[in-house]
């Protein structure tokens, strides 16, 4: 029998999907577990992006343009212009979801054994995304007590070797909130032309910011035109996850012309996904407003909660829809099996994200979980309070 | 400025894409121009497959599983009990595509500097995917003059190295249009087993074989259950390419766990693609009558008037819906693009693919060009007026 890859032997297995066996094993056993722990929101997709699909009129449904279809991405700049950001279709290379995007974005631009610099907790598919590229992860630690700042710049100088090609930063961040200011970025940026990196800024979450910060793109980062390629979604911003429409933008014309030969072998991204993130954009205002109320109230609920639960401590995310806490706990993956295998109340337990998942480093996130808050305010306030009783009585408890 | 990946600049730019520019120039100049270039066919999609997405009743366009819709996955297992195929639904991965599929079976089973047999000409995009996953494609040539059957088996034992983990096939193939035999596959089977090597299979055009011939697929190749990995796709079968569903299938338990993995790293493939391909396996058997019926047709048209012309020559395809044709020309590259750079006959010119963009020998098929009898009889009809008149006249005619 030949054998598999050995790229397919380092590739990992999600943090989140190997708890999926024991969440079905709970429910075959009548407990209700609530899912926090997947960025799956329960929000309705807009009618208008829905309905764009159902009145769909055409005969045949084609291959489109492999960076997309042209009127879709001309409309993208007008999405783009009313966040601040300028550019043009040319600038655009619509993918099959961020994931495929940040795939295009490291396979233009990074070959094997380069490294790309990302500060832990990270998302963890990144790891899974530069495996698959063959580049190496060098994290660098950012740290609960602070929210998961940006580490100082001298963490960064420690990392960077002569394979350093790149930094990935997710902002807000998943899995922390954390929303990195244009102050952090500047720095960044200063580091960037100093060693003449990519910047590569998954910005997926731009639209969930709040208590009034604001969200500052790499994109407007004077003078690094040719180091910045955005990563984009709308899964999160129409919680239309399903459409597996994103982007790579970048106004370096080069990385464009090569991402295009990848985007061009994959032929195009998904038709009916780009019809519907097409209608999408004309979501009207009140949609956001709503969403953004009810995701606020969420935020507090989790934040509030976690941090009235004795031996707890989460920083105040000011964006995304996750935050990472810290718990009285040994062994965040113990933990999150325990709760799925011997623990209930009143009927119900709580799926959450071991944090070891999204750090790179080894023991780091041991006594950390993420929490989505992805559930409507009602059972998002029960799954804390479950999460409480479990602490009182979980034997791992610190 | 940072410099872009030694693997992006290994990309080759499609074949068929350089062209566009010039069709573009010539559909400016108002000149008719007959797209024999692309797989992209004009036959309808199914109408219940596209009711199936008019009529998406969600309020939420989720995640899919990430081998893809369950309901789907047993329907496609129902698809394949037709044509002779038994699996279950943990032997797909559903992909985005075939593209997808193909870059799964590669990155799960090659790693950096490994090699895949390909008997050239073959699908130019194989190149980008294995570019892609760092591996090295060994081409065994096929000749015009027995129409591009299988090389001998010592073809395939001369390209074996101790590098060499796998033989791609597309059965029926683009781009000549040759159905392999089951004799064919058989010796292949032999290949395979002496030398522990994975079989991928690229079965897209099924459906698509003439003149009563039948189609065998590699799953039914006893005793290669862990060796053989089928890629297909909607696209051709239901005229779907927007629709970007294909499917990795395999029995090899390890190959498919390992697939997984990729799988979930890019989370899911497109939720209203996977509703409108589970649909469109109750297509009526009427739909496809009617398609053959209508290929059939144009492949006699292409094979009879390419047949015709003096100094060209075209082997009668048994499947799919291209054709390898030799012309007498100096260079293809140049002729095709003479085509739509200096040529029109009555306000009509022909785009078609250069074929050495098929081949990874270099200067194999400067005489040989592939067409795509994807137009309507009449549409074909005068394309293939209009290329034997330019053939007259061409300065390069040989």
Request: with cysteine; charged share 25%.
């Amino acid at each position: 029998m030949p054998q598999i890859s050995q790229k397919g032997q380092m590739m990992p297995e999600s943090p989140i999907r190997k708890l999926v066996p024991f969440a079905d094993a709970a429910k075959a056993r009548g407990i209700k577990v609530y899912h926090l722990n997947i960025g799956q929101p329960d929000i309705e997709t807009p009618e208008i992006a829905l309905n764009a699909v159902r009145n769909f009129s055409g005969n045949v449904v084609e291959y489109s343009h492999s960076a997309g279809i042209l009127s879709y991405r001309k409309k993208l700049c007008s999405y783009y212009e009313t966040v601040g950001i300028n550019i043009t279709p040319d600038d655009i290379i619509v993918g099959t979801g961020a994931s495929e995007a940040i795939l295009f974005a490291m396979q233009s631009t990074m070959d094997e054994g380069d490294e790309i610099i990302i500060p832990e907790p990270f998302y963890a598919n990144y790891n899974g995304f530069a495996i698959n590229s063959g580049i190496k992860v060098v994290p660098i630690p950012s740290f609960i007590e602070d929210g998961f700042a940006l580490p100082p710049i001298a963490e960064f100088e420690k990392a960077i070797t002569n394979k350093t090609k790149a930094i990935l930063l997710c902002n807000p961040n998943n899995p922390t909130g954390y929303l990195y200011s244009r102050e952090e970025l500047e720095v960044v940026k200063e580091i960037v032309l100093k060693h003449d990196l990519f910047l590569i800024s998954d910005e997926v979450y731009r639209e969930f910011v709040y208590d009034g910060h604001e969200h500052f793109s790499v994109m407007n980062l004077d003078g690094l035109e040719n180091h910045v390629i955005l990563i984009d979604s709308v899964s999160k911003r129409y919680s239309a996850c399903g459409f597996r429409i994103g982007a790579m933008i970048s106004r370096n014309k080069e990385v464009m012309s090569t991402a295009m030969k990848f985007a061009q072998a994959r032929l195009s991204p998904p038709t009916f996904g780009q019809i519907a993130a097409e209608a999408a954009i004309d979501t009207a205002e009140s949609y956001f407003v709503k969403v953004m109320d009810e995701y606020l109230q969420r935020r507090n609920i989790v934040y509030q909660k976690i941090n009235a639960i004795e031996g707890a401590f989460c920083p105040n995310p000011k964006g995304a829809f996750y935050a990472v806490a810290r718990l009285p706990i040994d062994n965040s993956d113990k933990f999150c099996r325990w709760m799925l295998e011997e623990f209930e109340f009143e009927g119900a337990t709580v799926m959450m994200a071991p944090a070891t998942g999204f750090y790179a480093t080894k023991g780091r996130g041991m006594d950390e979980v993420r929490i989505s808050y992805v559930l409507n305010v009602n059972d998002l306030s029960k799954s804390m309070d479950v999460l409480k009783e479990a602490l009182k009585v979980y034997p791992g408890r610190k």
